[in-house]
Every structure is written in C-alpha cells, then in structure tokens.
C-alpha cells in the first residue's frame, strides 16, 4: 500500500477542503405576504404560489 513521503500541510490540506463546505439554502420573498421562500415552493404562510392560493393557510 502507498505510503505519503512528506506530511500534507495544513494549508494544503484546507485548500483541498474549500470545496467540501455546504451552501445554505436559497431564499426569495414571497410576493403576497413578504414571508422568506425557497424558490419554487409554495409559501408556506400564506399558501400562495405563481400568484394563486394552493394550501389552506392559518391567516383566515
């Protein structure tokens, strides 16, 4: 089995791993209320999506 020669360095090491870290995920505000959404999912305040009412919401 292959065997390093030299220790990797910190720095080498951490410029491998800046690719590795996670994104949070994207927000858009929903037009009818203003609540943060994700895209492409219905607001889950209001229940509105692409300008229609799609789920019951609990502000009635």
């Known amino acids: 089995m292959a065997v390093p020669k030299r ?3 910190k720095s080498k090491r951490d410029m491998r ?3 590795k870290k996670l994104d949070g995920p994207s927000l858009t505000t ?4 203003g609540e943060a959404v994700q895209p492409h ?4 305040s209001c229940g509105a999506y692409k300008g229609r009412n ?3 919401s609990d502000e009635a």
């Open 54 to 56: 799609v789920m019951e």
């Open 7 to 9: 220790k990797t360095s």
């Open 17 to 19: 791993r800046t690719h």
């Open 41 to 44: 999912h219905a607001c889950a």
């Open 30 to 33: 929903c037009p009818e209320c």
